[in-house]
């Protein structure tokens, strides 16, 4: 494994001149012309190309110049092509033994590969990551200059941080490890779960740790996207493994592709329920992906359970950005980061669909968990407490950034707005919380206060007050639709 991460920035160098040569060709002009000092040695070299650190002439700015390795290509595609051959002969071996397509992998693979290669798609991907991103003072996107910019020449803004191959600087840089943990995982998540766009490659020599706390990514030639049907079914995984609804666990890995439609569930279900249990059962200190991964590798010899080839991407990501987390900081839990973050988007988020998770989440068998209410809210601030102490956040709001403001307090002023439409206008849900204040035949009063005494703290109540108020007659106009479609519906 130390040999294979010499490819990651370590890789014996092409000539100088060879580079330069490659860099005006794409520029079209001399390097005189563009740059006012370009460093003699190569910054990195990593498999596909090398980076060199130089000075714009135009405006003095520090960039990073990536040159593509000369003749790279033909390399490649000689390799696919080996490697597409050793996947078609052994594909009848792959599909029977471990529910997979070997050729199909291959060809994801050889897709992947081959975009690293077109440095005008990899400048498009920073730009997409630039605007995802744009409002987030915690992630660092290094800004691109598409005009200087050819199918084998990228140039992009210098990022001035401590690679994650080297742990022992970042520690003696004085970088808040869990802080800069906490941002790289919920940096990750958003990218898998709110945005769909995630970096395919997040190994240590493309992610840094900014001395500010911020975490920084470089090379975006190796991207994957998620659907918007697949981030909801993740949610939705999410959401049944808080409720050990185990059922719903092995149907939604029906719906993302692990099994195939029609298969028989239920023999599946007490494996899952197991691999959970015993991953997540003593608590969330004793849970990763990386146990959990090599749990679920035996599932695929016993059952028809297959990797999609989309999938191999997210799972290789998650792993790879777990196991810098692991190299920073050994005794990190990974479900003490992620948890607060999904708590945290559940009770927050105003988009319809985590309003309906919200929902399952808060009602089990049609009986409301005010234990797991408590729970989300204990986490959600837990969340925003570790990212407001965040030293990248301070210098962002010194600086008195328009775009950001810091999140000091749980802001539940719209899911109290929505939660109030919502008992007025349905009437399935106004009874489920009628009944949950009755149960047993007494008032559950005391619920009712331990949750307003998490919350007492972080909302101001006039304020809201004047909020739901402000909404009151597009709820009535609502009501009123409701009950004359219901009418109508009887007629």
């Known amino acids: 494994m ?13 000539p100088n001149q060879v580079a330069f040569n490659i860099i005006e060709e794409e520029l079209g002009q001399p390097l005189e012309a563009v740059f006012s000092q370009i ?14 650190r130089a000075t ?11 040159v593509q390795r000369p003749q790279i290509e033909p390399i490649i ?3 696919l092509f080996l490697f597409r051959n050793l996947a078609s002969f052994l594909n009848g071996i792959s599909l029977q033994k471990l529910g997979c397509n070997a050729e199909l992998i291959v060809d994801e693979f050889g897709e992947k590969l081959l975009e690293e290669l077109d440095y005008t798609l990899e ?32 140039v992009m803004e210098w990022i001035d941080g401590i690679r994650c191959t080297d742990p022992q600087a970042i520690k003696e840089g004085g970088i808040d490890v869990n802080g800069f943990l906490t941002v790289g995982v919920s940096a990750a998540l958003r990218q898998l779960l709110e945005f769909g766009l995630f970096h395919g490659d997040p190994h240590p020599g493309n992610i840094f740790a900014m001395r500010d706390g911020r975490i920084a990514y470089v090379d975006f030639g190796n991207v994957a996207v998620l659907s918007q049907q697949n981030k909801q079914i993740l949610i939705d995984a999410v959401v049944h ?9 092995a149907n939604d890995f029906t719906r993302l592709g692990f099994l ?35 749990k679920f590798n035996q599932l695929v010899y016993n059952y028809p359970i297959r990797i999609p080839e989309r999938f191999s991407l997210v799972i290789r990501s998650l792993l790879t950005q777990e196991g810098i987390c692991f190299t920073l900081k050994p005794d990190f839990k990974f479900l003490e980061v992620a948890y607060p973050y999904v708590a945290k988007r559940l009770l927050t988020d105003p988009n319809p669909a985590l309003r309906e998770r919200l929902i399952q989440v808060l009602f089990k068998d049609g009986i409301f968990q005010w234990k797991r209410l408590e729970n989300l809210i204990v986490l959600a601030k837990e969340n925003v407490t570790k990212m407001s102490s965040n030293p990248a956040l301070q210098v962002k709001e010194m600086q008195g950034s328009r775009d950001w ?75 009123m639709l409701s009950w004359s479609e219901s009418i109508l519906a009887d007629r």
Not at 274 to 293: L, Y
């Open 241 to 249: 493994a808080v409720n050990e609804d185990y059922v719903e666990m």
């Open 56 to 66: 714009l002439r135009d405006s003095g700015e520090d960039v990073a110049i990536k």
């Open 2 to 14: 130390n040999e294979l991460c010499i490819l990651q920035d370590d890789v014996p160098p092409f």
């Open 405 to 479: 403001k810091v999140q000091r307090k749980l802001d539940l002023t719209d899911t109290i707005k929505d939660g109030a439409r919502l008992f007025l206008i349905d009437e399935g849900i106004r009874r489920q919380l009628l009944l949950a204040l009755t149960e047993d035949s007494k008032l559950h009063i005391q619920e009712l206060v331990d949750v307003y005494r998490l919350l007492e703290n972080d909302i101001d109540v006039p304020s809201v007050a004047l909020e739901v108020a402000r909404d009151f007659p597009t709820v009535v106009r609502d009501l």
């Open 39 to 52: 460093s003699s040695r190569t910054i990195a070299a990593a498999s596909l190309g090398q980076v060199y």
């Open 77 to 79: 595609y000689r390799d």
């Open 260 to 294: 195939a439609p029609g298969t028989d569930v239920s023999p599946i279900i007490p494996a899952l329920e197991a691999i959970w249990q015993n991953s997540a059962g003593k608590g969330v200190s004793d849970f990763n992906f990386r146990s959990v991964t090599g």
């Open 123 to 154: 400048a498009r991907n920073i730009e997409d990551f630039l605007e995802n991103f744009k409002n987030d003072p915690t992630v660092k996107i290094p800004r691109v200059y598409k005009k200087l910019c050819g199918s084998r020449v990228l």
